[in-house]
C-alpha cells in the first residue's frame, strides 16, 4: 500500500493497532481480528482488564481465544512496547469496543497504559485513530470530549446497526459495523453489504 502525503511516497507496513476495551461489545474487537487476518493485514493488540470482563460476560471465549486471533500481543502495562512509539510505523490504530473511560483517557493525553498510549502516538503521527465509542445515553461531556477528539483527528465511529443491510443475525450486524470501520483505512472487508441503490 503506497500513498503520498505532501509530496512524499509513504509505504506503511500493512499493519495496525488494536485495542478493546470495556465497553459493551467485545465481539466488535474480536471481528475486527479476524477481518485483518482474512485482509492480510498484521494485528497488533492490546487489552483492558475490564475488556475481559466483559469477554466473560457476552461471550464463550476465553482471553486466549480472543488474543489468539492476533498476530501480535502487548501487555497492558507494558509502556515500553513497540506500539508506544511513532517510530513503528503502521497504517493507524482502531480501539473496538471504545469505553467512554478509554476514549476520555485518550482526548487528555493523560495516558496511564499501553492501549491509550498508542492511541496518543496514533494521533501525533498523524495517522488514521478509529474509535467505535459504545455507550448511550451520551451525557454532555460524552459529547465534548468525541468534538475534542473529532478535532485532533480521531474518527468517532459508534457501533450502530446499518439495518438498510438487512443484517439476518446479530455477526452480519457486527461485520457490518466492523467493515465499515475498517474502510477508514482504506481496506474492503468482504463481509461489508454495500448500499447498491435502491431496488
Ligand atoms: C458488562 C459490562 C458492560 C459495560 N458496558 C460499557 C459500555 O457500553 N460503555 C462504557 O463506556 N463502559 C461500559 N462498561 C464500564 C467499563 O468497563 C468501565 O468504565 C471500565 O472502567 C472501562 O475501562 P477500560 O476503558 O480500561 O476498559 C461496562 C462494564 C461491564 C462490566
Redesign the pocket.
Known amino acids: 500500500m503506497v500513498d503520498v502525503v505532501n509530496g512524499a511516497i509513504r509505504n506503511p507496513p500493512a499493519r495496525i493497532v488494536v485495542g478493546i476495551?470495556?465497553?459493551?461489545?467485545v465481539i466488535y474487537g474480536a471481528r475486527v481480528l479476524d477481518a485483518l487476518k482474512d485482509l492480510g493485514v498484521e494485528s497488533h493488540l492490546v487489552v483492558?482488564?475490564?475488556?475481559l470482563?466483559?469477554l466473560s460476560?457476552?461471550t464463550e471465549m476465553s482471553p486466549d481465544d480472543l488474543t489468539g486471533k492476533a498476530d501480535v500481543v502487548y501487555k497492558l502495562g507494558d509502556v515500553g512496547a513497540t506500539i508506544a512509539s511513532g517510530s513503528f510505523r503502521t497504517l493507524g490504530m482502531i480501539v473496538a469496543?471504545c469505553?467512554?473511560?478509554?476514549m476520555s483517557e485518550i482526548a487528555t493525553g493523560v495516558t496511564s497504559?499501553l492501549l491509550t498510549r498508542a492511541a496518543d502516538v496514533t494521533l501525533k503521527e498523524r495517522r488514521p485513530l478509529v474509535l467505535m465509542v459504545?455507550?448511550t445515553p451520551l451525557h454532555l461531556g460524552h459529547l465534548r470530549t468525541m468534538t475534542a477528539l473529532t478535532e485532533m483527528g480521531a474518527v468517532i465511529a459508534p457501533p450502530l446497526p446499518a439495518l438498510y443491510a438487512r443484517p439476518a443475525s446479530i455477526m452480519e450486524m457486527v461485520d457490518q459495523s466492523v467493515g465499515r470501520a475498517l474502510d477508514l483505512f482504506g481496506l474492503d472487508w468482504s463481509a461489508v453489504k454495500r448500499w447498491d441503490g435502491m431496488k
Open positions: 476495551s470495556g465497553a459493551s461489545g483492558t482488564k475490564a475488556a470482563l466483559t460476560q457476552e469496543p469505553s467512554v473511560k478509554t497504559s459504545r455507550e
